[in-house]
């Protein structure tokens, strides 16, 4: 089973609000990751989790917060966000920092 | 710095017509290629890897092989079908936790 999957699929958001994005794997790998995914582009890298602890985090604006409270569980707590940061928002996962990273469905995230 | 370069699309091509998407890498040290594909509305799957040189992966009919060097990488499928459609994306791994990618390439099959 290669499956990782995301909830919500579809989420709208004023710029006031706080809403989280969670992602879920069950294949026992310990590195997890968020990417941003703009139209015809390719995903962008924004954090990674390795053993439950994050160990890159691209720059990313600190509205996004990402937690991961356990090896299968990956959050991501949006608030006061922009306009600009509508995207789809993937979360992938690896059985190590060398590999194959098998992505989720994502998350298209809109905001008003 | 590690970079990929895939060919501009969008490719359009008939049923049954034989697929190639160039790809090419510029990496430090050994990487592993990927090659991932994104259909309307939904994340990306991995396709196929090759790990080291010479290594062919395959998937589904699709087949690419690892030439260190050409440093390429090149997606290729004898005969395409509608449902192939999508946007496919090159990607290289070095380690570190982070994939590169090229910035994806189009794919229409009409019937």
């Known amino acids: 089973d290669t499956e990782v999957t995301q909830t919500p699929k579809h989420l709208v958001m004023g710029m006031t609000n706080k809403k989280s994005l969670k992602c879920e794997q069950h294949m026992g790998h310990r590195a997890m990751y968020w990417y941003k995914q703009k139209a015809k582009k390719p995903p962008e890298l924004m954090f990674v989790?390795?053993?439950?602890?994050?160990?890159i985090n691209e720059s990313v604006p600190s509205r996004f917060s990402p937690e991961c409270p356990n090896s299968s569980l990956l959050n991501l707590h949006l608030h006061a966000l922009q306009p600009e940061d509508s995207a789809l928002y993937l979360c992938?996962?690896?059985?190590?920092?060398?590999?194959?990273?098998?992505f989720g469905p994502g998350t298209r995230l809109t905001v008003t | 710095g590690n970079s990929v370069t895939q060919m501009e699309g969008p490719v359009t091509l008939s049923e049954e017509a034989f697929l190639t998407i160039n790809c090419t890498y510029t990496a430090t040290g050994y990487p592993s290629l990927f090659w991932y594909v994104q259909y309307p509305g939904e994340g990306l799957q991995l396709l196929l890897k090759?790990?080291?040189?010479?290594d062919k992966g395959s998937n589904k009919g699709f087949e690419a092989t690892y030439r260190k060097e050409t440093t390429s990488f090149h997606l290729e499928k004898g005969s395409v079908q509608v449902s192939d459609s999508a946007v496919y994306f090159c990607a290289l791994g070095t380690g570190f936790q982070k994939l590169v990618f090229g910035t994806g390439t189009r794919l229409l099959v009409s019937p």
């Open positions: 090759a790990t080291k040189a010479d």
């Open positions: 989790y390795s053993y439950e602890k994050l160990s």
């Open positions: 992938a996962s690896s059985q190590a920092v060398v590999g194959e990273q098998y």
